[in-house]
């Protein structure tokens, strides 16, 4: 029944006689603002999109059983898997997009986006929270937070105030990275990839806007333009931040493994203390764009929080007066956690970016995009030693949880080259793109271990580690049929990555479609891209744009 309701929402919406931007596979819509009389007072336009997911992959769930000294068992699990043949997601977006150019200089700009998605069964492993207030029908939770939308995603107004000077003022989107996922520069903005692989998916669509002040200042002796960003952070607070991806399963981390520290804890609820609605929560920052020649760079700095991985900073437990001692969880033996708090501590991001285009002997586009950050903050594994508990509230006991400041440098590095190849195109040329990124921990300390990912130690950071992209695409009959091949690998003991293929396709002035398929490869399920391994996909999208 809901497969028929979400086909019959999916086909009247695309009967909606309106146009839509184009996927990134075919050419952006590109902003303007170019003060020409001929420009229209008022333009409306936007998308229908429907876009429709099924796994195939075969691996299934495995658990171990674990008993104490108590005679309890506990069910850990080793694998995850078990979405053969159910739905990765099955949603229908309709966007519109507003220009109102009052005057001259001025321009009014908004984005309405509505999100209608199906309930996924796979979202019943989802990890909320506060598991409590969902009531258990966590497939239900995720669908209303993160799966539906009705919102003005975007609304701010830009303003000449000089010909050297811009103004852009409300919420918005700043790009300041062209590494993709990558995301070394890209910090301004956090991120809900909660719906797909987000490699997949238009980076300006998984962009949280925020409210912003943005200036642009052009220094033309200098030949470069100076950015200023000020972020109050007015928006809800969990907005700030990057939605976690334990919150939901289709495309979420799976369930942890079993922990080092063996003793068990229940977890009854995780509170995430986002920043924001505060003055002192306020996020700066200032880039530098230039060029020296045929050279262009960028030079930028942000005050921030980081945004991601939430950071478990200590826990309360609580006191059972009826025992005289700390609470139990009397069906297994284990102690309570009432509440685990989660922070997104200050964070300081530097960096800079270059691009040079070779025409001989080899035509290449080189990119190199590189960020420092003196105060990454890790969560500690499991088993570290925990600090000097303090009672607060009466007896209740809370505990802090060992985190470590470090100084961490990474880089990413970019190669475009077009090439033809005649057999195969003898109209086209075939775009072929290759990305590294390296990432080290510069005051690394071999007897400390700490996470990527908290509660699940099987993340343990590396003092170096490299990641490696590639893909091909071209095009034919003008356009009309553009394939896709990308693939990403990680290498080290445990090597995993992921290749997918994708056609997309162009019908007429309105018509945009894709389809493709997904594989991930891994052999450890819990490290790198093997915590996704179990996500093989095919997916398509149909569009029609206004």
């Not at 590109?30 to 075969?58: A, M």
């Not at 990839?193 to 052009?218: A, G, I, Q």
Request: charged share 20%; net charge negative; hydrophobic share 40%.
């Amino acid at each position: 029944m809901r497969t028929r309701i979400a086909v019959v929402l999916g086909v009247c919406c695309l009967l909606w006689t309106v146009e839509a931007r184009a996927f990134d596979d075919f050419e952006d819509l590109e902003d303007s603002d170019s003060g020409d009389s001929t420009e229209e007072f008022f333009v409306i336009n936007g998308f229908i999109q429907n876009q429709t997911g099924i796994f195939f992959s075969t691996e299934s769930n495995k658990w171990e059983q674990v008993k104490d000294d108590f005679g309890n068992i506990t069910e850990y699990p080793i694998d995850h898997g078990d979405k053969l043949g159910k739905l990765s997601m099955m949603r229908t977006t309709l966007q519109l997009e507003a220009d109102l150019k009052p005057a001259k200089g001025v321009r009014l700009r908004g984005v309405f986006r509505g999100v209608r998605s199906l309930q996924l069964e796979v979202d019943e492993y989802a990890q909320p929270p506060d598991p409590g207030k969902t009531g258990g029908d966590y497939v239900a939770w995720v669908n209303e937070k993160y799966y539906t939308e009705n919102r003005l995603r975007e609304i701010f107004i830009d303003i000449e105030a000089a010909p050297w000077l811009d103004l852009r003022i409300g919420r918005q989107q700043v790009a300041w990275g062209d590494m993709g996922q990558y995301r070394l520069l890209d910090v301004v903005n956090p991120t809900n990839s909660t719906w797909h692989f987000p490699t997949l998916e238009n980076y300006d669509d998984t962009r949280v806007p925020l409210w912003m002040f943005k200036s642009v200042m052009e220094i033309k002796p200098l030949n470069g333009s100076l950015e200023f960003i000020w972020l109050p952070l007015l928006d809800n607070p969990e907005e700030t931040v990057t939605v976690p991806l334990t919150f939901v399963s289709a495309w979420g981390l799976p369930r942890s493994p079993k922990q080092e520290y063996e003793s068990g804890f229940n977890i009854r609820k995780k509170t995430p203390r986002y920043p924001g609605h505060k003055i002192e929560d306020s996020r700066l920052g200032a880039r530098w764009v230039g060029s020296l020649g045929v050279l262009s760079y960028s030079l930028v700095y942000y005050w921030t929080h980081q945004i991601t991985p939430p950071i478990p900073t200590g826990f309360v437990q609580l006191y059972d007066p009826t025992r005289g001692a700390l609470e139990v969880d009397r069906s297994t033996g284990n102690a309570v956690i009432d509440e685990v708090f989660l922070d997104y501590p200050r964070q300081h991001i530097a960096g800079f970016s270059l691009e040079y285009a070779f025409q001989s002997p080899v035509s290449t586009i080189v990119r190199l995009e590189a960020s420092y950050t003196p105060n990454a903050t890790y969560p500690a594994v499991s088993s570290a030693e925990k600090t000097t508990p303090d009672y607060v509230d009466g007896q209740d006991l809370y505990t802090s949880l060992l985190t470590y400041e470090k100084h961490v440098a990474s880089w990413g590095i970019q190669l475009m080259r077009p090439t033809f190849i005649r057999f195969l195109n003898p109209t086209q040329t075939f775009m072929f793109v290759a990305q590294a990124l390296h990432t080290m921990v510069l005051d690394w300390d071999s007897k400390e271990r700490y996470l990527d990912i908290p509660n699940l130690d099987s993340t343990e950071t590396k003092q170096h580690s490299l990641t490696l992209v590639g893909a091909v695409t071209t095009s034919y009959l003008h356009g009309m049929l553009a394939p896709k091949i990308v693939g990403a690998y990680i290498p080290g003991p445990a090597p995993s990555g992921f290749v997918t293929a994708q056609m997309a396709m162009l019908f007429g002035n309105h018509w945009r479609a894709a389809v493709g398929a997904t594989m991930f490869f891994g052999e450890d399920p819990y490290k790198g891209l093997g915590l996704f391994r179990d996500r093989d996909e095919v997916f398509a999208r149909l569009q029609y744009q206004f």
